[in-house]
């Protein structure tokens, strides 16, 4: 999902950005990705980043900070891409398109689970403000998935349809991530598909 992605940018950045606060992001969303927010460093971040640990500073004043704006590059992704979506025609086929987009990336999310899913996950252990930050995204796709359902004529129904939806993706994800398999994330969504199909 795309908490779940595009997660290409999450494995491969290039190596030379030339926006040094871009570069920081990028680093710090690779990095929490793959081995979490607690045990990410922000002399890691600047490593992988390329950029001198004192220029950190200058963009960000702390680890919670470079998180924020992770969150928020995170929502801009995501927006960008459902107003793509918005410009289909059928509610149907943008419910499915939202389904495609984690079943794409199935063999990624067995291998290190949902960005957003994981870095929630850890950070509500957390006080600040990041916690809540962090779950902007989810908030957002529940609020579009409503939409789409209210759309389609399922107004009553449209918020259980929408937690539904994304439970089920997520619970898919955490289980293909666990086993290292994307088959759970492959039957969810063939059976998310025919429930699509038949509203």
Same mark, same amino acid.
């Given at each position: 999902?795309?908490?779940?992605?595009?997660? %290409?940018?999450? *494995?491969?950045?290039?190596?030379?950005?030339? $926006?040094?606060? !871009?570069?920081?992001?990028?680093? +710090?969303?690779?990095? @929490?990705?793959?081995?979490?927010? %607690? /045990?990410?460093?922000? +002399?890691?971040?600047?490593?992988?980043? $390329?950029?001198?640990?004192? =220029?950190?500073?200058?963009? @960000? &004043?702390? &680890?919670?900070?470079?998180?924020?704006?992770?969150? *928020?590059?995170?929502?801009?992704?995501?927006?960008?891409?459902?107003?793509?979506?918005? #410009?289909?025609?059928?509610?149907? $086929? #943008?419910?499915?398109?939202?389904?495609?987009?984690?079943?794409? =990336? !199935? !063999?990624?999310?067995? /291998?290190?689970?949902?960005?957003?899913? %994981?870095?929630?996950?850890?950070?509500? &252990? *957390?006080?600040?403000?990041?916690?809540?930050?962090?779950? #902007?995204?989810?908030?957002?796709?529940?609020?579009?998935?409503?939409?789409? @359902? #209210?759309?389609?004529?399922?107004?009553?129904?449209?918020?259980?349809?929408?937690?539904?939806?994304?439970?089920?993706?997520?619970?898919?994800?955490?289980?293909?991530?666990? @086993?290292?398999?994307?088959?759970?994330? *492959?039957?969810?969504? /063939?059976?998310?598909? $025919?429930?699509?199909?038949?509203?």
């Amino acid at each position: 999902m795309s908490w779940l992605t595009n997660i %290409s940018p999450l *494995e491969a950045m290039p190596a030379k950005t030339p $926006d040094k606060r !871009r570069r920081l992001v990028n680093a +710090a969303t690779k990095l @929490f990705y793959q081995q979490g927010f %607690s /045990r990410t460093t922000l +002399a890691h971040i600047a490593t992988v980043a $390329d950029v001198p640990l004192g =220029n950190v500073y200058y963009y @960000f &004043k702390s &680890k919670e900070a470079l998180g924020l704006a992770l969150v *928020e590059q995170r929502l801009a992704d995501d927006r960008a891409r459902r107003a793509r979506w918005d #410009r289909l025609p059928d509610p149907k $086929d #943008r419910l499915v398109a939202f389904v495609q987009m984690t079943l794409d =990336n !199935r !063999r990624r999310l067995a /291998r290190s689970g949902c960005p957003i899913g %994981s870095l929630c996950t850890e950070l509500h &252990k *957390e006080d600040g403000p990041l916690p809540a930050q962090a779950s #902007r995204p989810f908030a957002e796709w529940l609020s579009w998935l409503e939409q789409q @359902f #209210r759309a389609l004529g399922h107004g009553g129904e449209a918020p259980g349809n929408a937690a539904h939806m994304l439970a089920v993706l997520q619970g898919a994800t955490v289980l293909t991530h666990s @086993f290292g398999t994307p088959k759970y994330i *492959e039957n969810e969504a /063939r059976q998310l598909m $025919d429930w699509i199909g038949g509203l």
